[in-house]
Structure formats: C-alpha cells, structure tokens
C-alpha cells in the first residue's frame, strides 16, 4: 500500500483547489456575491460573503497544504451541505439538481478526509510521523 499514498494529496488537491478558486472568484465579485446571497434570503449578506471566503479559500488552502484537515474539512462539508439546501433547492431546474448532488457528493468526500485524516504528503502526516519517531527515540 505503500506505492499508494500519494492518494490523500491528489484527493485534496482535487477537493481543495475548486475551493480556492471559487474563493478567489467571490473576491472579485463583491457585490454580485451579496446580491445573490441576498436574493435567496438569508441575513447579512456580507458577513456570509465573509464567511463563504473564509471557508472557500481558507479551507481550501488548508486542504491543499495538508494542515488541520479534520476539522477544516468537517466545516467544509457542513458548509457544502448548507449551500446545497440553501443555494440549489429547486429540483424543477436540472442544472440546480445536479449542483445539490455535486455539493453533497463534495460533502462525502470531505467527510472520507475527516475520518481518515490528510495523509503521509501533509503538513498534519509530517507532524504525526515526527510524534512517532520521538516516542519510538
């Protein structure tokens, strides 16, 4: 199993750098992010513009590094799951409908990190294999 821990960092890499980009696209898009927040009605818009960032970006980020993946990636998920009750609810639109079942398959698999954690190519794998050889020393 060994010839396959490269695994954990591609299956970030692959759920995290979406994340960066969107948040990075809200970065740009001020004001169309809270107009579209607003639209579908949840209070202060900008403070969840804030917040989806924070996640968006900073999770992402965090995801990608290999750094506090468990809980980052259990905020994330709940995160996903939020968005797709909130943002894509309207199942009469195909294109909502599949976007609700990417957020929740997104959420799955954020939940696969946080049990099984980042893995060997981490920052977090590095920490728990240096506590490892000192205990072992």
Avoid: W
Avoid at 56 to 73: A, H, I, K, P, Q
Avoid at 90 to 95: L, P, Q, V
């Amino acid at each position: 199993m060994d010839s396959y821990k490269f695994l954990p960092l591609l299956g970030r890499i692959m759920l995290g750098a979406p994340f960066v980009m969107s948040g990075l696209g809200k970065l740009g898009a001020y004001s169309a992010t809270v107009g579209y927040i607003a639209a579908v009605g949840l209070p202060v818009p900008s403070l969840a513009f804030i917040v989806s960032v924070l996640i968006e970006l900073g999770g992402g980020l965090l995801l990608l590094s290999g750094y506090r993946v468990r809980f980052t990636s259990l905020v994330m998920a709940v995160f996903c799951v939020a968005t797709a009750v909130f943002f894509h609810h309207n199942f009469a639109d195909k294109n909502q409908m599949i976007n609700f079942l990417k957020n929740v398959m997104m959420a799955g698999g954020l939940l696969q990190i946080t049990y099984f954690g980042a893995g060997a190519f981490s920052l977090d794998g590095g920490a728990a294999s240096r506590a490892a050889s000192l205990k072992t020393s």
